[in-house]
């Protein structure tokens, strides 16, 4: 990668946190501040950072322009919609699809449910596989010896006393989510949200994402959470038809 490219991903990357000064991104991609200057006219000729004041820079509009349009180019998200946001309707909590993207899930789509306590996610976030329902959904739709390799090369990070540990948890979770049809998060990803998942099909039956209801514990129970699977499951299954499935 060239060294003006990789400064200019690198200033991006800090102003996606948030505004930052002239200073303080120099100090971030270790340059002086001449060289940010310059990079940040160019950028902001092409309208990916944008000027805030005399002295903040923000991320400009292009980059959620061309956000918008890598998120329209995933088909799935556009046949699954109707699915996902009858299932956010009738059962009132949020509705997450997920897709699989470099050793992460990937947040491509979200419906906000009705209730006060929310879960800190949103399109484009990223997150582990090991420890949310939609990755344990993800990774069991992939052939055993490719499920193995990738079981091997997590980092099994516990962020709850409930997150999976080590790769040979999660290998048996994972045929357990095959069995069953669907994948629980039993408050591993944070600890007071649960959560379940199914598989979105497309034509030729491969799994081309996942669907999740999240629930805050304080709302539902266990017992709750697994009540709603009927519902995903169907959802599930619609949003499939809509993608190209059958049976």
């Given at each position: 990668?060239?060294?003006?490219?990789?400064?200019?991903?690198?200033?991006?990357?800090?102003?996606?946190?948030?505004?930052?000064?002239?200073?303080?991104?120099?100090?971030?991609?270790?340059?002086?501040?001449?060289?940010?200057?310059?990079?940040?006219?160019?950028?902001?000729?092409?309208?990916?950072?944008?000027?805030?004041?005399?002295?903040?820079?923000?991320?400009?509009?292009?980059?959620?322009?061309?956000?918008?349009?890598?998120?329209?180019?995933?088909?799935?998200?556009?046949?699954?919609?109707?699915?996902?946001?009858?299932?956010?309707?009738?059962?009132?909590?949020?509705?997450?699809?997920?897709?699989?993207?470099?050793?992460?899930?990937?947040?491509?789509?979200?419906?906000?449910?009705?209730?006060?306590?929310?879960?800190?996610?949103?399109?484009g976030k990223r997150a582990a596989l090991h420890c949310t329902a939609v990755g344990k959904v993800l990774v069991a739709a992939v052939a055993p010896q490719r499920r193995a390799?990738?079981?091997?090369?997590?980092?099994?990070?516990?962020?709850?006393?409930?997150?999976?540990?080590?790769?040979?948890?999660?290998?048996?979770?994972?045929?357990?989510?095959?069995a069953r049809g669907y994948a629980v998060d039993n408050a591993e990803h944070e600890d007071f949200i649960h959560c379940v998942a199914a598989p979105i099909r497309g034509a030729?039956?491969?799994?081309?994402?996942?669907?999740?209801?999240?629930?805050?514990?304080?709302?539902?129970?266990?017992?709750?959470?697994?009540?709603?699977?009927?519902?995903?499951?169907?959802?599930?299954?619609?949003?499939?038809?809509?993608?190209?499935?059958?049976?």
């Amino acid at each position: 990668m060239s060294q003006s490219l990789d400064r200019a991903l690198t200033l991006l990357g800090g102003l996606a946190k948030d505004a930052r000064t002239l200073d303080q991104l120099a100090d971030e991609v270790g340059v002086h501040k001449s060289t940010v200057l310059r990079l940040l006219r160019t950028l902001e000729a092409h309208h990916f950072v944008h000027r805030e004041g005399a002295r903040h820079y923000r991320l400009g509009s292009a980059l959620f322009d061309l956000a918008n349009q890598a998120l329209e180019q995933r088909d799935v998200r556009r046949s699954a919609e109707p699915a996902l946001a009858g299932l956010n309707e009738r059962t009132g909590h949020t509705i997450h699809l997920a897709s699989y993207e470099d050793g992460e899930v990937v947040y491509i789509d979200k419906f906000e449910g009705r209730h006060a306590v929310r879960m800190y996610s949103r399109v484009g976030k990223r997150a582990a596989l090991h420890c949310t329902a939609v990755g344990k959904v993800l990774v069991a739709a992939v052939a055993p010896q490719r499920r193995a390799e990738i079981a091997a090369g997590l980092e099994y990070h516990r962020l709850t006393e409930n997150t999976i540990g080590n790769p040979e948890e999660y290998l048996a979770e994972l045929e357990r989510v095959n069995a069953r049809g669907y994948a629980v998060d039993n408050a591993e990803h944070e600890d007071f949200i649960h959560c379940v998942a199914a598989p979105i099909r497309g034509a030729g039956g491969d799994v081309l994402a996942a669907v999740s209801i999240s629930v805050p514990k304080v709302l539902l129970d266990y017992e709750g959470l697994l009540a709603l699977v009927p519902d995903l499951l169907a959802a599930a299954e619609e949003a499939s038809v809509l993608s190209g499935w059958t049976k």
